[in-house]
Every structure is written in C-alpha cells, then in structure tokens.
C-alpha cells in the first residue's frame, strides 16, 4: 500500500534530548567570562507556578487591490516584544527595587531598609543580562538573555490563608538607546550538536 510509511507519531530517537523539563531559573547579571557561566552568582531566586517567556514579532501585511489572501514577499517584520512572566516565590529588597522601579530611602525605623519611589526611570534601572535557564530532559541547559530587561507589571502581591504567596511580574527586553534601534536584544543559546 501506498500508505504503508505513514507513521502514528512524530517520535524520534532525538525526542527526548529535546524535550524542555521543568520551571527552570532566572538570572539578573547573566555572563559567561573565563570559559564558565556565573549561574550561582546570578540566581535571582526562586519562583513557584513557573515561568513563562514569548518572543513574538510583529508584521504588517502590505495591501494590495487584487490580493485577497496573505502574500508571501508582501509581510514586513515591523517589530517585535520579548516578555518574561514569572511568579517569584522569594521576597527580597533588590526584587521589590526591581519591580517598583523605586530607590533606596533612609529608614527612620532602626533594623529596617526602605524602599521608595522615585520621580524618573534611570539607566540603572534596567536589568543587565536578565537571563532565563531551562534543560532539556536529558540535562542540556536553554539559555535566553535579554541585554537590557525592565519591570513592567509593577509588584503585586495577593495573599491567601494557608498558601504561600507569589510575586507576579513581566519584565520586557529593551534595546540599547541608538540609531539602530529596530532589534531587540535577545539571545537563545542552545547546546551545539557537534
């Protein structure tokens, strides 16, 4: 028969080496200098309910009289968002400086810090090298950074009787302030198959 060939699934010997497991972590200062990574250094904390990324470009479909369907040749990439919604389940004063987009205060109250809010957004603001970190099944890490990322969602906190809380928060992927400025910088590190 002619359909003999036809297989009931898309399963391969090379499925499960690629198959993403887990909630995998966020980094804020995410390098790799002298031939290693700074994942312990650059850990933010850890998150419950997961993570999630999208990275989605933005096209127009130029109109012409006469074409009644989308045109391959006639769609321009006219941008693109990078997003990272994550629920961060550790609480600490860099996070709710990072999410508030505030600044450090004087406290009047002795054993305490304060955080407050500040009039403008500063350069300092942006988190440098926000990088996610997920694996694979058979442990090779996915690694996604952003050059410049900054808290869009604010902080926000719901707390329930017998649950532990979580902090919501979208951090979005800005480009460095030029000329250029028509693409974001992202990056997707993948194992190399050599």
């Known amino acids: 028969m002619a359909f003999e060939e036809l297989k009931s699934s898309g399963i391969t010997a090379e499925t499960p080496k690629n198959i993403m497991l887990g909630a995998g972590t966020l980094h804020k200062g995410l390098t790799f200098t002298g031939g290693k990574w700074n994942f312990e250094e650059s850990l ?7 993570t999630k990324i999208s990275i989605v470009p933005e096209f127009k ?13 006639l769609a321009v990439k006219i941008g693109e968002t990078a997003t990272v919604e994550t ?12 999410t508030v987009v505030g600044k450090e205060g004087e406290s009047e109250y002795e054993g305490f810090d304060v955080i ?8 300092g603001d942006y988190i440098e090298n926000f990088g996610f970190i997920g694996k694979k099944m058979n442990g090779d890490p996915v690694i996604i950074i ?3 990322a900054l808290c869009t969602s604010g902080f926000e ?13 979208t951090f979005e992927c800005y480009a460095e302030l030029s000329g250029e400025a028509d693409v974001l ?9 050599a």
């Open 87 to 98: 629920n961060m389940v550790e609480l600490t004063a860099d996070w709710i400086k990072n």
């Open 61 to 73: 479909d130029i109109e012409v009289d006469g074409a009644l369907v989308k045109v391959k040749g």
């Open 44 to 50: 933010i904390g850890a998150t419950s309910g997961g």
């Open 185 to 193: 910088p992202y990056h997707i590190y993948t194992p190399s198959k």
């Open 146 to 148: 952003f050059d410049y």
């Open 116 to 123: 407050e809010s500040k009039r403008q957004l500063e350069d």
């Open 157 to 169: 906190h719901e707390g329930k009787n017998k649950e532990n809380g979580v902090f919501k928060a």
